[in-house]
T-cell receptor, first 111, second 111 residues
Framework: GENVEQHPSTLSVQEGDSAVIKCTYS??????FPWYKQELGKRPQLIID?????GEKKDQRIAVTLNKTAKHFSLHITETQPEDSAVYFCAAMGYGNKLVFGAGTILRVKS | DVKVTQSSRYLVKRTGEKVFLECVQDMDHENMFWYRQDPGLGLRLIYF???????EKGDIPEGYSVSREKKERFSLILESASTNQTSMYLC??????????FGPGTRLTVL
């Protein structure tokens, strides 16, 4: 089945700097890759997603890139702000429309 | 606005008890999911359902069962709770297998 690895597990950046979180997946048939943000004590919420027929997608300060050949995708956050501090999860949709999640990245933005 | 609710935010049970966790969504979504969230392990799929009375095993179904008698309600059952089932349980729903909307979670402690 699908396996998703996410790195780094924790990331500290200075306010205003960029943050990059990377994920790799194993199933070449996976075709949907969402990113979820979970603030402390709250539920995960979708922040951006990308389909396998697109290489990059951007929404204001966040962007996601996908390299199907290498089977990896990344989340890029520019001009980070304290409210970006959260746990971020990547996921890949594999067999049977099931999402398989990465282990999560704790992002801390220091002001 | 999609609303996914879970019956309890916090629950404390004793080893061997039968535990019911309930999830209700109000958007007529066909798909519903149960995950458990543990630090460093991300979200792991326990069971999911594509329709009323249908259920499919996820990645970690052992020790759990589910029930979906009505489209809006998906219940997770721990037949005989054990201490290794202490965790955060998250329910989610989706339409068409794309964005999943999560409930607030139930933090279960088994003593």
């Amino acid at each position: 089945g699908e396996n998703v690895e996410q790195h780094p597990s924790t990331l500290s950046v200075q306010e205003g700097d960029s943050a990059v979180i990377k994920c790799t997946y194993s199933d070449s048939a996976s075709n949907y890759f969402p990113w979820y943000k979970q603030e402390l004590g709250k539920r995960p919420q979708l922040i951006i997603d990308i389909r396998s027929n697109v290489g990059e997608k951007k929404d204001q300060r966040i962007a996601v890139t996908l390299n199907k050949t290498a089977k990896h995708f990344s989340l890029h956050i520019t001009e980070t702000q304290p409210e970006d501090s959260a746990v971020y999860f990547c996921a890949a949709m594999g067999y049977g429309n099931k999402l398989v999640f990465g282990a999560g990245t704790i992002l801390r933005v220091k002001s | 606005d999609v609303k996914v609710t879970q019956s309890s935010r916090y629950l404390v049970k004793r080893t061997g008890e039968k535990v019911f966790l309930e999830c209700v969504q109000d958007m007529d979504h066909e798909n519903m999911f149960w995950y458990r969230q543990d630090p460093g392990l991300g979200l792991r799929l326990i069971y999911f359902s594509y329709d009323v009375k249908m259920k499919e095993k996820g990645d970690i179904p052992e020790g759990y069962s589910v029930s979906r008698e009505k489209k809006e309600r998906f219940s997770l059952i721990l037949e005989s709770a054990s201490t290794n089932q202490t965790s955060m349980y998250l329910c989610a729903s989706s339409f068409g297998g794309i964005e999943q909307f999560f409930g607030p979670g139930t933090r279960l402690t088994v003593l």
